[in-house]
């Protein structure tokens, strides 16, 4: 069965792809082009030119990859949400939705949807955002509505969802090799804050030392 399509309208919705994967936007932007409603108005791969085109184009819709080279989508999302509070957004993602779905709708977006999401799910994610709709996938809505019943979150207390956005931030940089210093830098954070925050992971994640955490933090990048 083909996805609800919106009412007729005299223009198409026009989208906004922020990904810094230029094969991945020109996929996309085709996919979207061939929707009768639907237009992407351009596509841009860091955050500068997302919060450019969003001030320029003033796009129906802008969605955006959780992983932007060397930014948080979920920063960026919080940022354009708090510039532009009426911007529809979207997130989308390979991350597991367990641990991101909330985070982003928390950041402000309308909506998070896998990449590897059928087209016509896909498509039926940013037509509900479209109408003012919050859109989840049947597994993250069981999610959400379990921790609503339990107080707490539906995978365990003791793991990586039980992070802040911002250790989390860090923690993925761990996973990835960077250095202190150099996740001081990127984040554009004083090293004896990184330091603070590497010790917080420490404590919630139950690992000793410091050699745990990276060993931790690799196998769980290397699992995503």
Known sequence: MSAKKLPPQKRKYQILLVDDHPIMREGF????????????????????????????????????????????????????HSRWNNQLLMALSMHEESVYGERALRAGARGYVMKNETT??????????????????????SLVVQKFLNGEPAHGHFGVEQLSDRELEVFQLI????????????????????ETYRAHIKEKLMLRNGMELVRHAIHWMNNQ
């Open 29 to 80: 932007t085709q996919l979207i082009n061939n929707e009768p409603d639907l237009h992407v108005c351009a596509h841009v791969g860091n955050a500068t030119k997302a919060f450019d085109s969003i001030g320029s184009l003033k796009p129906d819709l802008a969605i955006i990859d959780i992983a932007l080279g060397s930014s948080s989508g979920i920063e960026v999302i919080k940022n354009i």
């Open 120 to 141: 016509e799910e896909i498509m039926r994610a940013i037509r509900e955002v479209l109408r003012g709709e919050v859109y989840l996938s049947k597994q993250m809505r």
């Open 175 to 194: 996973g990835s090799g960077r250095r202190t210093g150099q996740i001081a830098a990127e984040l554009h954070l004083s090293i004896k804050t990184v």
